[in-house]
């Protein structure tokens, strides 16, 4: 095999496929990137056997072939070669040499043939979405995944398909995020839970472009995400989601609306006075004369704020774990929130009119009495 190409495409290529190589494994092969030479392009793949992800660089072909290059020495010798065209040639079945100006690398190298390519998937059951609107809504839930692997359904974020709707959800015991969106067209009936991890990284090589499209192909397995001459392919997790149905549609004794950027900042202060192990509730206050009070008490001092709001319904006093808040607050991107509350014991609920996004996070038992 040999290939000449632009330094900056070929870096952009392993880039992409290196979210998918495996980094602790006992495979050497998911250690490797693979390049396929072949039809006038080059092909970039990394397969972990959980995501696989392939990417196509142009480039000038002069002889076709493939090769499994080590992910990393690989990458890193094409990141710090001069800006110009790169020459790779295998010089026989182990080596590979690498020139580019005045450098020149010769580093080993693996069959092709070792190497596990993506599944196919069939693309009888699909969906198309802007690469915009799939990046956001990703941004927008992926924060309340749990990291946990003992409760591996958490670890995803739901996808459903219904009445030509998208409905993407995530919660990890303490707080929940749904995120929806109309779909264009007529669309299949969709039921599937999908890594958390393959889609943070799919929203590091997807575009921000609203004409950009990717085309979504589901397995009973697997998902197929394609763009821009990128296929992404991750393994589902097996089993049926969380029913959260009731939780969305609970009632409120109060609903409160802030300007989202004052409450931020009010949070954001008082976080200053929380070390990494103190687990101190901010508290907050909804009076009758139409002011939200923020109060935080912690070992390195004490914090008080209010803010005028817009309230309706009865007085409350709630704690609030204040990481929670602020990961819901900071992916809306409205000037003004919702929140709506029933006790100091049940969850809050914040959402827009249209219940295009709904934040559910639990609240931090605390004796009301101390702060009434």
């Known amino acids: 095999m040999r290939i000449k190409c632009n330094k900056n495409l070929l870096t952009t290529g392993i880039n992409i496929v290196s979210k998918a190589?495996?980094?602790k494994t006992t495979m050497p092969i998911l250690e490797c990137i693979l390049l396929v030479a072949e039809g006038g392009r080059l092909k970039l793949v990394a397969n972990n056997l959980e995501l696989?992800?392939?990417?196509?660089v142009d480039a000038t072909i002069l002889e076709?072939?493939?090769?499994?290059?080590?992910a990393k020495l690989f990458s890193d010798i094409i990141r710090k070669l001069p800006d110009s065209e790169i020459d790779l040639e295998t010089s026989s079945d182990i080596r590979v040499e690498i020139r580019c100006e005045k450098s020149k690398f010769t580093i080993p190298c693996r069959n092709g043939d070792e190497f596990s390519l993506l599944p196919e998937i069939e693309k009888e059951k699909s969906i198309s979405i802007s690469q915009f609107a799939l990046r956001d809504i990703i941004r927008q839930t992926i924060f309340s995944i749990s990291d946990n692997e003992n409760t591996k359904m958490m670890t995803g974020e739901s996808f459903e398909v219904i009445n030509n709707q998208?409905?993407?959800?995530?919660?990890?015991?303490?707080?929940i995020s749904r995120r929806k969106i109309d779909l264009a067209g007529d669309n299949p009936e969709v039921h599937v839970v999908v890594p958390g991890k393959?889609?943070?990284?799919l929203s590091k090589i997807i575009g921000g472009d609203t004409e950009d499209m990717v085309d979504i192909f589901f397995s009973d397995s697997h998902m197929l995400f394609e763009f821009d001459g990128t296929r992404v392919v991750t393994r589902l997790i097996d089993g049926e989601y969380f029913k959260i149905a009731n939780m969305m549609s609970m009632g409120h004794s109060v609903s409160v609306k802030a300007n989202k950027k004052d409450l931020m900042g009010i949070i954001d202060r008082a976080t200053l006075l929380i070390q990494e192990t103190d687990k101190k509730p901010i508290i907050v206050s909804v009076k009758n004369d139409n002011n939200l009070y923020v109060r935080l008490d912690t070992n390195l001092g004490s914090m008080k704020e209010e803010m005028e709001v817009s309230k309706e319904g009865e007085e409350i006093i709630i704690?609030?774990?204040?990481?929670?808040?602020m990961d819901a607050l900071r992916v809306i991107d409205d000037e003004e929130v919702s929140i709506y509350m029933?006790?100091?014991k049940n969850?809050?609920?914040i959402k827009d009119a249209e219940e295009s996004y709904i934040y559910i996070i639990l609240p931090i038992s605390i004796n009301t009495s101390v702060y009434a």
Do not use: W, Y
């Open 319 to 325: 704690g609030f774990n204040p990481k929670f808040l």
């Open 52 to 56: 696989g992800i392939e990417t196509m």
């Open 342 to 344: 029933t006790d100091s």
């Open 21 to 23: 190589v495996s980094t």
């Open 166 to 175: 998208l409905i993407v959800i995530s919660l990890d015991g303490h707080r």
């Open 347 to 349: 969850p809050c609920m």
């Open 198 to 201: 393959t889609l943070q990284e």
């Open 64 to 70: 076709e072939g493939q090769v499994a290059l080590e």
